[in-house]
């Protein structure tokens, strides 16, 4: 073997050990420990399947309930997130490649600012807004809603502060693939008839058919796993109806009180099997569609 031959190795084995380390190790030890009783403090026992019986048929158990509100809370995050986070950032970005829009690339920096901010930070920026005493909802529209502490509204400020921060990374993707399509083409089809609708759906949503189902299936594991949000904005209220999985994982493993990490990490299996689920079912649905 010559020497070229390794440098792909250089490249590549960093990050492949990294990747081991950091995420293939801890996955299989997350899964092992799904199977057993663990306070993070003493050695593991082993349980077999006690765990995800209790979580997914014993109704009288309090898992039980935590397990199936958490993951009701997270469709319902998920349902109303992701089709904002894709059609929005699809929009924007079909506008943005308009001849007639200026500072094209000054509108795509602000609008990805907010993606560089934490969630913390954010979250803080948004409840100042949402303040009715000190926020301009409150001192601009004269709104006396206390919207974390009610519904719908609480859910509202949860997907505000989700789209503000999400928007701006997709709508990138979908530009430079957009960009990168023959103007000729837009120009023919133009020449033809076709209006805009006719343009998009003909010309624009197939050259971006990869980005499109890559967008859709990374959006949406993303949201399933959503922590940030709730915490800072709702801290899972009113009466856990924003508590959402990651939340009843996070409390059981680090809670107050004694670690029952095995019983978080079988709540954290079942949500990693739901996502892998659905991610393959969004794969095979929109590669056979745009095919």
Same mark, same amino acid.
């Given at each position: 073997?010559?020497?070229?031959?390794?440098?792909?190795?250089? &490249?590549?084995?960093?990050?492949?050990?990294?990747?081991?380390?950091?995420?293939?190790?801890?996955?299989?030890?997350?899964?092992?420990?799904?199977?057993?009783?663990?306070?993070?403090?003493?050695?593991?026992?082993?349980?077999?399947?006690?765990?995800?019986?209790?979580?997914?048929?014993?109704?009288?158990?309090?898992?039980?309930?935590?397990? &199936?509100?958490?993951?009701?809370?997270?469709?319902?995050?998920?349902?109303?997130?992701?089709?904002?986070?894709?059609?929005?950032?699809?929009?924007?970005?079909?506008?943005?490649?308009?001849?007639?829009?200026?500072?094209?690339?000054?509108?795509?920096?602000?609008?990805?600012?907010?993606?560089?901010?934490?969630?913390?930070?954010?979250?803080?920026?948004?409840?100042?807004?949402?303040?009715?005493?000190?926020?301009?909802?409150?001192?601009?529209?004269?709104?006396?809603?206390?919207?974390?502490?009610?519904?719908?509204?609480?859910?509202?400020?949860?997907?505000?502060?989700?789209?503000?921060?999400?928007?701006?990374?997709?709508?990138?993707?979908?530009?430079?693939?957009?960009?990168?399509?023959?103007?000729?083409?837009?120009?023919?089809?133009?020449?033809?008839?076709?209006?805009?609708?006719?343009?998009?759906?003909?010309?624009?949503?197939?050259?971006?058919?990869?980005?499109?189902?890559?967008?859709?299936?990374?959006?949406?594991?993303?949201?399933?796993?959503?922590?940030?949000?709730?915490?800072?904005?709702?801290?899972?209220?009113?009466?856990?109806?924003?508590?959402?999985?990651?939340?009843?994982?996070?409390?059981?493993? &680090?809670?107050?009180?004694?670690?029952?990490?095995?019983?978080?990490?079988?709540?954290?299996?079942?949500?990693?099997?739901?996502?892998?689920?659905?991610?393959?079912?969004?794969?095979?649905?929109?590669?056979?569609?745009?095919?």
């Amino acid at each position: 073997m010559n020497r070229k031959s390794f440098a792909p190795i250089f &490249f590549v084995g960093p990050h492949f050990i990294l990747f081991i380390i950091f995420i293939c190790l801890p996955t299989i030890y997350g899964i092992y420990a799904s199977f057993t009783k663990w306070n993070l403090i003493n050695d593991p026992v082993w349980v077999g399947l006690d765990n995800y019986r209790t979580i997914l048929s014993d109704t009288s158990s309090t898992f039980y309930t935590q397990f &199936f509100n958490g993951l009701k809370n997270t469709l319902i995050f998920v349902g109303l997130s992701v089709p904002i986070l894709i059609a929005l950032p699809l929009m924007i970005a079909v506008a943005l490649e308009h001849k007639q829009v200026k500072l094209k690339g000054f509108i795509q920096a602000v609008l990805y600012i907010p993606g560089l901010i934490s969630i913390s930070a954010a979250a803080l920026i948004w409840l100042l807004i949402f303040n009715k005493q000190l926020g301009i909802t409150g001192n601009v529209f004269g709104s006396e809603t206390v919207w974390a502490a009610n519904q719908p509204y609480a859910w509202i400020i949860i997907i505000v502060i989700t789209v503000w921060g999400g928007v701006g990374g997709n709508m990138i993707i979908y530009r430079a693939s957009i960009s990168g399509v023959s103007k000729e083409l837009y120009e023919s089809a133009e020449m033809d008839g076709a209006g805009p609708i006719r343009r998009f759906t003909s010309i624009t949503l197939p050259s971006i058919r990869f980005p499109l189902i890559y967008t859709f299936v990374m959006t949406t594991a993303g949201a399933f796993n959503v922590f940030g949000q709730p915490l800072m904005m709702t801290d899972g209220g009113p009466r856990q109806s924003t508590t959402v999985l990651m939340m009843y994982i996070r409390q059981l493993a &680090f809670g107050h009180g004694e670690s029952i990490a095995g019983m978080a990490s079988a709540m954290a299996v079942l949500l990693g099997l739901v996502i892998l689920v659905i991610s393959a079912l969004q794969y095979y649905v929109m590669n056979r569609n745009a095919s």
